[in-house]
């Protein structure tokens, strides 16, 4: 498959008074055409911050300070400010996790629809740039469009506002939409039918799609491919049959042992021991060995790099996990 | 017709804080030690004729009685005489009122369009130099004694270097130092209230859509955030227009302008009752207006308030 966004080595650090804080350190993500790429972790593990380093959206006091964000092949992180303004919202275009907050509440949703078509297309006049944005929104399932178009946000319930950000952001065709945690603020009901909504969007459109979310049943429902993030890095990444049936990194491990299942008897739900370690303070070792329950004294003096794991699935592609569990004669390259 | 029903409705809540105010004022005056009588008529009059005339203005009724006369009179638009310059109430306001509407005008004026636009390129620098220079130029607006400022313009621009009159309401140029004194300290907390509130509302979420969106800063600014931001704000200009028409007590008194805040202040030094409650009443009248424009204003920014 062709690649659409490389990420190579990426390093987005904050510069705090208290000391650096390396929100993302040396991430590497590829992300094919037409493709659903999931990034998976908890809270701080700097799953989001990747997503603004692709946006260049990262406010101060961060800073992208290493590696590179190729799009199509060719680096973003060289673009200027006029530049990069028309990637974002054309070729590149993101939703977030509140649809609450996510639209501008004194506005109507038509009007900031036909705002984004409208900042990228000059030559498109507001009668055009209208029929446009009533078209998106039967595209994303909004019923009576024409009413809805002159609503404001707070008129629209939870998993409306999401499709009219998915709209927003789909309007413009973009090759790659970034999704922020779409679906964490939403009813369970409505959340199955956004992801199938955006399935469906990038199948018909051929729209890539990068999925940020710290829940492994979102990823399962519709992700390709995973990478699993933990303080600042990929711990693993798989295909995502793949990732499931052979997990490989006892984080991954823990974060499928935490999913809570109907056949459990057990009373308790399982939870990974220990909290996210402080990014200014990281262990010496393996980032994730302090709460790891098969830690070795090794794991504590040096860090494993992304080692080759022997796939179980067919044609899963490469499936890699940072663990000397896992250790093989094969590293992932400039790791 | 929904708008209408709110406005009837805000006039109707309005009519019971009038009278509390009315009744407050009316008491006040009525403890505080002087005879109207005897500050009208001067010295060396007979106690016979003080009392005669107490009767006939009908002084001498309880107080309860008499606050209900007055009512009854002001809801005529009534307000009585003033006992100091022997005119009708209504008419010595009606008088002094477009002096202070002009002032408050340039005032205004200068407050808006120096206040909103500091505002907003203090929060976009936030911490820079620019924004140091803004808030510490509108601090010394808001903290600065509004008669020492006017006592500094007037001994520099119209004394020392002879540019403006020192005092006086005959022409517009009489209007430029007290609108500078008056706009400053409007101007200092009108931008001190739009960097604050444009600062906070950059936080939010729809900022960064508007970003991702692929909007410039200044669009992100001006057309997302700022229409947000301004809540706060408007109902500050609303209230601080209201207060400005109301009077400016000291600046009219230091240069001379004949508006309801001097006469306010004379009837305050000539214990010139009726006038005094007269001005207490129109204040009120145009601080419960200023809200309740700055409410429509409000709903007029912010569909969520819309009145259903």
């Known amino acids: ?335 | 017709m929904n708008t209408f029903k709110f406005i009837v409705k805000r006039i109707l809540i309005a009519i019971p804080v009038l009278i509390g105010v009315m009744l407050i004022i009316f008491l006040m005056l009525n403890v505080v030690p002087g005879d109207p009588v005897t500050l009208m008529m001067k010295e060396h009059i007979k106690p016979e004729l003080i009392e005669r005339m107490r009767v006939e203005m009908g002084l001498n009724d309880p107080v309860m009685v008499r606050f209900f006369n007055y009512i009854k009179n002001a809801a005529r638009g009534d307000f009585g005489m003033s006992y100091k310059l022997n005119r009708n109430v209504t008419d010595l306001i009606l008088n002094a009122f477009p002096h202070t509407v002009k002032l408050t005008i340039f005032a205004a004026l200068i407050a808006w369009i120096i206040g909103i636009p500091a505002g907003i390129i203090s929060a976009v620098k936030q911490n820079s130099l620019v924004d140091r220079f803004l808030m510490s130029f509108s601090l010394i607006g808001v903290s600065m004694p509004v008669f020492w400022a006017a006592l500094m313009l007037q001994y520099f621009l119209a004394f020392k270097w002879k540019l403006l009159p020192v005092s006086g309401y005959a022409t517009l140029k009489h209007m430029i130092m007290p609108a500078i004194v008056l706009g400053w300290s409007s101007a200092g907390t009108i931008a001190r209230l739009t960097r604050s509130s444009l600062l906070e509302i950059m936080k939010d979420d729809f900022v960064r859509t508007a970003r991702a969106k692929g909007l410039k800063e200044r669009a992100v600014v001006v057309g997302h955030a700022l229409k947000n931001a301004m809540l706060p704000v408007v109902t500050m200009m609303a209230i601080q227009v209201a207060s400005l028409l109301s009077g400016a007590v000291i600046t009219e008194s230091v240069f001379g302008i004949p508006g309801i805040g001097r006469l306010a202040v004379n009837a305050i030094q000539t214990r010139d009752m009726p006038l005094l409650q007269g001005t207490v009443v129109f204040t009120t009248v145009l601080i419960i207006s200023g809200n309740l424009i700055a409410d429509l204003l409000y709903s007029v920014i912010d569909p969520r308030i819309r009145v259903e």
């Open chain 1, 1 to 335: 498959m062709d690649e659409l966004l490389r990420i190579n080595n990426l390093k987005t650090h904050f510069f705090t008074k208290k000391g650096v804080v390396p929100a993302v350190d040396g991430v590497s993500i590829s992300v094919p055409q037409s493709s659903v790429i999931g990034v998976v972790g908890e809270s701080g593990c700097g799953k989001s911050m990747t997503a603004m380093s692709i946006m260049q959206l990262v406010q101060k006091p961060g800073r992208i300070i290493d590696g590179s964000i190729e799009l199509e092949g060719e680096d973003l992180l060289k673009y200027s400010g006029d530049n990069m303004r028309n990637i974002r919202g054309n070729k590149i275009s993101m939703i977030f996790q509140e649809p609450m907050t996510a639209l501008n509440p004194v506005y109507t949703v038509g009007r900031q629809v036909t705002e984004a078509i409208r900042i990228h297309h000059h030559d498109i006049d507001k009668e055009e740039a209208k029929k446009m944005a009533l078209d998106i929104f039967n595209a994303v399932g909004i019923p009576e469009p024409d009413r809805r178009f002159n609503s404001y946000p707070h008129q629209l319930s939870g998993g409306l506002r999401q499709r009219v950000m998915i709209g927003m952001a789909m309007v413009c065709n973009p090759r790659l939409m970034i999704a922020d945690e779409p679906t964490t603020a939403l009813d369970v009901t409505i959340e199955a039918q956004i992801l199938f909504l955006m399935k469906k969007l990038q199948e018909e459109r051929g729209t890539s799609i990068l999925l940020i979310t710290h829940n492994l049943g979102v990823v399962a429902e519709i992700c390709d491919y995973v990478y699993v993030m933990y303080a600042g890095k990929v711990m693993e990444q798989a295909n995502t049959f793949e990732l499931f049936k052979n997990t490989s990194h006892q984080y991954t491990e823990g974060l499928m042992k935490s999913i809570p299942k109907i056949t459990a008897e057990k009373e308790r739900l399982y939870n990974i021991k220990g909290v996210v370690p402080n990014l200014m303070k990281l262990p010496k070792g393996c980032r994730f060995c302090p709460r790891c329950e098969k830690a070795m004294p090794r794991c504590f003096m040096e860090e494993p790099p992304l080692y080759k794991v022997k796939t179980v699935v067919e044609n899963a592609g490469e499936h890699y996990a940072r663990c000397f569990l896992c250790e093989s004669s094969e590293v992932m390259n400039d790791d």
